[in-house]
């Protein structure tokens, strides 16, 4: 779709335009593209749609073991699990347990809130393979995801380009 913008633009401006005129659209359109790429690559986190003791987002289901209360859960025991249409179902760790909102995803990494009494934990997993690839410190409250970042107490975690935690 790109490489057919750029023909039509390009015909365009040599017919019409001069040099300099050229070169300055030629500027303009190259900007465009680059920053169109840039956008792309954000890590944009999805939410988990939970429904009893199982998730989805995108193309993973998860599943995060006995409920705290079936009616209202809030907390799940574990042990979590991760399938993919493209990959058989794995376990995560047991350190991932007492899973609670928010769970949230982008490019095959899970973002998995945790608490033990009142300190919280987030654990960054590879969806593929289950692998936790990440744990912050411990915190309390909820953390925050945003476009790039993982906020957990004060500290602001930056995502890199695969959405792992830098």
Request: a neutral charge; aromatic letters at 6%; charged letters at 15%.
């Given at each position: 779709?790109?490489?057919?913008?750029?023909?039509?633009?390009?015909?365009?401006?040599?017919?019409?335009?001069?040099?300099?005129?050229?070169?300055?659209?030629?500027?303009?359109?190259?900007?465009?593209?680059?920053?169109?790429?840039?956008?792309?690559?954000?890590?944009?986190?999805?939410?988990?749609?939970?429904?009893?003791?199982?998730?989805k987002?995108?193309?993973?289901?998860?599943?995060?073991?006995?409920?705290?209360?079936?009616?209202?859960?809030?907390?799940?025991?574990?042990?979590?699990?991760?399938?993919?249409?493209?990959?058989?179902?794995?376990?995560?760790?047991?350190?991932?347990?007492?899973?609670?909102?928010?769970?949230?995803?982008?490019?095959?990494v899970?973002?998995v809130?945790?608490?033990?009494?009142?300190?919280?934990?987030?654990?960054?997993?590879?969806?593929?393979?289950?692998?936790?690839?990440?744990?912050?410190?411990?915190?309390?409250?909820?953390?925050?995801?945003?476009?790039?970042?993982?906020?957990?107490?004060?500290?602001?975690?930056?995502?890199?380009?695969?959405?792992?935690?830098?």
């Amino acid at each position: 779709m790109k490489r057919i913008y750029w023909v039509i633009c390009k015909k365009i401006i040599v017919r019409h335009l001069g040099q300099d005129a050229r070169r300055t659209i030629h500027a303009v359109l190259i900007a465009g593209l680059l920053s169109s790429s840039i956008v792309a690559s954000a890590c944009d986190l999805v939410p988990f749609q939970i429904a009893g003791d199982s998730g989805k987002a995108g193309p993973i289901t998860i599943g995060l073991g006995e409920p705290d209360n079936v009616a209202h859960p809030t907390a799940w025991q574990g042990p979590l699990t991760i399938s993919t249409a493209s990959t058989p179902t794995c376990t995560v760790s047991d350190a991932v347990s007492i899973i609670e909102r928010p769970i949230v995803s982008a490019r095959g990494v899970l973002f998995v809130q945790t608490y033990s009494g009142s300190t919280h934990f987030v654990y960054a997993v590879d969806a593929s393979t289950c692998a936790v690839i990440w744990r912050s410190d411990g915190f309390a409250g909820t953390a925050i995801f945003g476009t790039n970042t993982v906020v957990v107490g004060a500290k602001t975690t930056p995502l890199d380009q695969a959405c792992h935690p830098e």
